[in-house]
């Protein structure tokens, strides 16, 4: 499995925007960019996820370098309820559907 | 909004006694996961059942741990003997075999002393 590098600490203001980076070198053709999120005592939910181009949802946008060796999630207007563990999982299109999670970006929201 | 059902929320347990934790995932979801996170960590894949058929139990401590899902539906994880070092959450997960969205559940929080 392609391994995954990010920050293992944020923090932020509540009702600004967060950018939270995510480093993924060694990504194949194949390999799709998730994004899922921890809130405390909860178990993890996804977020977001995307090939080559951007994507947008009611969460979140995820913005994908062109040579996709790196992604940004970004929460346009952080509430403290967005405060979470982010984890950045590459996955692969064919075959098994398990996710390999890191450690993942502790982000903490400042009121 | 269908969600995955775990039981129960919390466990303690003295070591070498079975422990055993229950998992119902959403309605028409033919793949189910178990996972364990340690404190501090993400969550680790333990198995991986599509309908009730084991597709991926390479990272499962088969001398310990077993896992089953009768009639593809719901599933059990036990742990026979528990040692101190499976203190952890174990998360059960669900997703449509065609999607890639994994929906969690609320996790099962077990204190073995």
């Known amino acids: 499995d392609a391994k995954t590098t990010q920050p293992n600490s944020m923090e932020s203001n509540e009702e600004e925007p967060v950018h939270l980076p995510c480093n993924h070198s060694?990504?194949?053709?194949?390999?799709?960019i998730h994004w899922y999120r921890q809130l405390p005592s909860q178990g993890p939910e996804y977020v977001i996820h995307?090939?080559?181009s951007n994507v947008n949802n009611r969460m979140a946008s995820l913005a994908i370098a062109e040579d996709r060796k790196s992604s940004t999630l970004i929460l346009h207007r952080a509430t403290l309820r967005d405060a979470a563990v982010y984890y950045c999982?590459?996955?692969?299109?064919?075959?098994?559907?398990?996710?390999?999670f890191g450690q993942g970006t502790r982000l903490t929201i400042n009121p | 909004e269908a969600e995955v059902a775990q039981s129960p929320r919390y466990k303690i347990t003295e070591k070498s006694q079975a422990v055993a934790f229950w998992c119902d995932p959403i309605?028409?979801?033919?793949?189910l996961y178990w996972y364990r996170q340690i404190l501090g960590q993400g969550p680790e894949l333990l198995v991986q059942?599509?309908?009730?058929?084991?597709?991926?139990d390479s990272q499962l401590p088969k001398d310990r741990f077993s896992a089953e899902r009768l009639k593809g539906v719901d599933s059990t994880l036990k742990i026979q003997p528990a040692e101190l070092g499976d203190s952890a959450m174990y998360l059960c997960?669900?997703?449509?075999?065609?999607?890639?969205?994994?929906?969690f559940g609320p996790g099962t929080r077990l204190t073995v002393t």
């Open positions: 999982i590459l996955r692969r299109a064919q075959g098994a559907q398990k996710l390999v």
């Open positions: 059942f599509q309908d009730e058929s084991v597709v991926d």
């Open positions: 997960a669900s997703s449509l075999v065609t999607t890639y969205e994994q929906y």
């Open positions: 309605s028409g979801h033919a793949t």
């Open positions: 060694t990504i194949s053709g194949t390999d799709y």
């Open positions: 995307g090939l080559t």
